[in-house]
């Protein structure tokens, strides 16, 4: 069980919801790392004074030392900052909750310091799963996933020691903000309506994600990495309630389901007390109350991020790492309200189709297809 824990976006959604584990479990926090919002980095490192601090630029971390005048905080910023946050002795657990690419590094060198790690990055796995994995075997580190889908697959697996026992690992997908929609709807839908999720109140990044599918893509080639998994042996369904997290179905024909409300406390509370479970700070499950649960095929033509994300798994290599960065810059430019919604899987086909396919690459193989493909889609925003 964990004692003392770094967290890697500790003012995001995962961050906060982490803390409030913390206050339940009575953790010490070690580090904790910030983007840019100041004014609650300054609130969370006053309450936990950690050991460390860490900012996205100089200025703000300079800023955050004048803030707190405490000289037992030690303030860092940027890349510098994150690889020690994630590396540091005194911290037994590194949540990984930074967004995007750049979680990857950090989680990399909390593997090699040998940490438990609660994975939130997806993009870490989707890039790098293949070295990320075999780097956990080297250096005996822990990977325990936080994502609500992964984490149930992780206890549907609890107990089975013959992988060759699965026969598919089904994950389900709220549809996000668009489900049900027509493509005709879709091209003029704006970032206000994406960012409606139905059931999980997240970052504007994974909101978007959401409502495109990709998200659910991304999640299909983390599981692919995290189980070791053939992508044959991975399915989704849409399950628009987001009772029944995943599945996995065995060879004779039985299938474990993992069942909760939507709180992603439950999750990151098993991946700090794994293999124990305590009480938790979610409300429990009334399935009395919880309604009826659906399940359906996904729109593979309406939302085709999530076909590319499969199309990306098959081929393997840096195929993912172009998928992703395709889609970070994709995402960032709708938020903007630069492009439009299938802009994003247009943009993303686009840089797949462009850039080559490196297998079995080492991590600047893996860094350099990240930085061609998002050359790639910002160069299909200026041709469109």
Known sequence: ???????????????????????????????????????????QCRKYRPQLAVMSTKELADRLQTALQDPEIRVMWGKDGLLEAAAMPEADTVITAVVGMMGLEPTLAA??????????????????????????D???????????????????LMGCGDRGEVKRLILTASGG?????????????????????PNWKMGQKITI?????????????????????????????????????SLVEFKDGAVLAQLGVPDMRIPIQLALTYPNRVE??????????????????????????????????????????????ANEEAVAAYLRDEIGFYDISDSIACAMSQVPVVQNPSLEQILEADRLARQAAKQYFLKR
Do not use: W
Request: one cysteine or more; aromatic letters at 4%; hydrophobic letters at 40%.
């Open 1 to 43: 069980m964990t004692k003392t824990i770094s967290i890697l976006g500790s003012t995001g959604s995962i961050g906060r919801q982490t803390l409030d584990v913390v206050d339940q479990l009575g953790v010490r926090v070690a580090a904790l790392t910030c983007g840019s919002n100041l004014e609650r980095m300054t609130e």
């Open 111 to 136: 593997v090699r310091a040998g940490k438990r790690i609660g994975l939130a990055n997806k993009e870490t796995l989707v890039c790098a799963g293949e070295l990320v994995m075999s780097e956990a």
């Open 138 to 156: 080297l250096y005996g580190a822990e990977i325990i996933p936080v994502d609500s889908e992964h984490s149930a697959i992780f206890q549907c």
């Open 177 to 197: 903000a668009f489900y049900g929609k027509t493509m005709e709807e879709l091209r003029t839908a704006k970032k206000d309506e994406a960012l409606k999720h």
């Open 209 to 245: 994600d959401c409502a495109t599918m990709l998200n659910k893509g991304l999640e299909f080639i983390e599981a692919m990495r995290l189980y070791r998994m053939p992508p044959e042996k991975i399915s989704v369904v849409v399950h628009r309630q987001s009772i029944v997290h």
């Open 280 to 325: 938790s700070p979610a409300d429990g499950l009334d399935l009395l109350t919880c309604g009826p649960l659906t399940f359906a095929a996904p729109d593979l033509e309406t939302f085709p991020c999530l076909k590319l994300a499969m199309d990306a798994a098959h081929t393997g290599g840096t195929a993912c790492a172009v998928l992703n960065g």
